[in-house]
């Protein structure tokens, strides 16, 4: 694998242009493209960009003018680390193809997005990893669910690949901050402006009914009335109403 696959993007939600709490690889080898997303939340965005992933790879791969641009095109794999039951049927693995609706058929292997179920991993064992193979997405992938480091370093003992990664993530555990490009004291700041800013919004929608509710009122509406053509509710009509 480390000779086959190149890898053409690395975006892991750690640098200054990341916005999202997303990761993001995207490399290919002879047969395939592959593009890896690290997704939290199941949602329709997320399904739109899985599609939007996909066809972006198929794409980028067609070359203008060139009379046999289709031929040379590569599958694109979309795969998926959830940490959510995409379809609730609590299987570990789900794979989804461009299908016939009503017979099944499968219309051809060019796009396949892979749902790996991270939440069904974090309720495994210890003692049920353990007995997976090694080269298993069970036993590889667990080490991103293991939270307790000793667990980790125990059950890669001897594996460098997993070592390494077992040590950048205990690195991420204690020194988050450090991976993390903002300002702390900006965003504290910038959190206390938008917070001020809305509770004068909020305000000067309270002051702008208040307003309309005492016109209305000058205008010998009654207070149900008003209710009924601003859709204000009665409490707050009848308050401001009353007061002087």
């Known amino acids: 694998m480390k000779n086959d696959f190149v890898l053409t993007e690395i975006r892991i939600g750690l640098t200054k242009d990341t916005k999202d709490q997303e ?7 002879n047969e395939n493209y592959f593009n ?3 997704n939290y939340n199941m949602s329709k965005e997320v399904e739109y960009k899985n599609i939007c992933y996909v066809c972006n790879l198929i794409l980028r791969q067609i070359k203008p003018g060139y009379s046999n641009r289709y031929k040379d095109i590569l599958p694109v794999i979309q795969i998926n680390l ?9 299987s570990f693995i789900y794979v989804s193809k461009l299908m016939e609706e009503t017979y099944k058929i499968v219309r051809n292997d060019s796009i396949k997005i892979v749902d790996i179920n991270l939440d ?3 309720e495994m064992s210890y003692t049920k990893v353990v007995e997976e193979k090694k080269d298993s997405l069970e036993y590889l992938l667990y080490a991103f669910v ?6 980790r370093k125990k059950l890669y003992k001897g594996d460098e690949i997993m070592a390494k990664v077992n040590e950048k993530l205990s690195t991420l555990d204690t020194s988050i901050d450090e991976y993390l490009y903002y300002d702390k004291e900006a965003l504290v700041h910038e959190a206390s402006r938008e917070q001020g800013y809305s509770e004068g919004v909020k305000q000067g929608v309270e002051q702008e009914k208040k307003e309309i509710i005492k016109n209305m009122s000058n205008n010998g509406l009654t207070s149900d009335r008003i209710h009924e053509l601003t859709n204000i509710p009665l409490n707050i009509v009848q308050k401001y109403t009353q007061e002087k």
């Open 36 to 38: 890896i997303e690290i």
């Open 23 to 29: 990761g993001d690889v995207i490399a290919f080898n």
């Open 120 to 122: 069904l991993l974090s």
């Open 146 to 151: 293991c939270e307790d480091e000793e667990s």
């Open 82 to 90: 959830n940490n959510y039951d995409q379809f609730g049927k609590e």
